[in-house]
């Protein structure tokens, strides 16, 4: 995962959870990989668009304000990992990766990378509530799988289904 410089003297910041989740691993691959989902999981996520064959466009609301970004898919590996770097907008840059634990059970590990854009957002770093929105939305995540969220809704994201882009 690339390293991000920090912007205007402030320092990256990261996340890492893991979490297992009660579904087989092709599952939890497919619902993660489907991008225009994320707003069902992810709070203030409010649309993710797919503009190319590997970038997303992101729209969210941060700290009340609406945020856009664009973020290039950097790997897509069947039930193993997804990849991703911001290419404008919010600095940011993660993996998350697939485990199989059991035929029913997969560990989901999330690792993420920013840079908090401004005083607010650097104080809610440092003070946890960034991560703690994040876990929270990796509980949701393990929720809407567990309750058949990757079979019932799923679509096609149209981007391939494997390919490691340096």
Do not use: C
Request: net charge negative; glycine share 8%.
């Amino acid at each position: 995962m690339p390293k991000f410089e920090p912007r205007e003297g402030l320092p990256p910041a990261s996340f890492e959870e893991t979490v297992e989740v009660n579904v087989n691993i092709s599952e939890a691959y497919l619902l993660f990989s489907d991008f225009e989902r994320f707003p069902e999981f992810m709070e203030g996520v409010d649309r993710v668009v797919k503009t190319g064959e590997d970038t997303i466009l992101w729209h969210a609301t941060v700290q009340g304000r609406s945020e856009e970004w664009v973020a290039r898919i950097t790997e897509l590996a069947p039930s193993k990992r997804i990849s991703w770097e911001s290419v404008s907008g919010a600095r940011n840059n993660g993996t998350v990766s697939f485990e199989r634990v059991s035929e029913t059970v997969t560990r989901v590990h999330m690792r993420i990378e920013y840079t908090p854009d401004g005083v607010v957002e650097n104080v809610g770093s440092l003070l946890g509530i960034v991560n703690a929105r994040m876990r929270a939305d990796l509980a949701r995540f393990k929720r809407l799988a567990e309750a058949g969220g990757a079979v019932g809704e799923a679509k096609s994201n149209g981007m391939s289904l494997h390919r490691n882009i340096q």
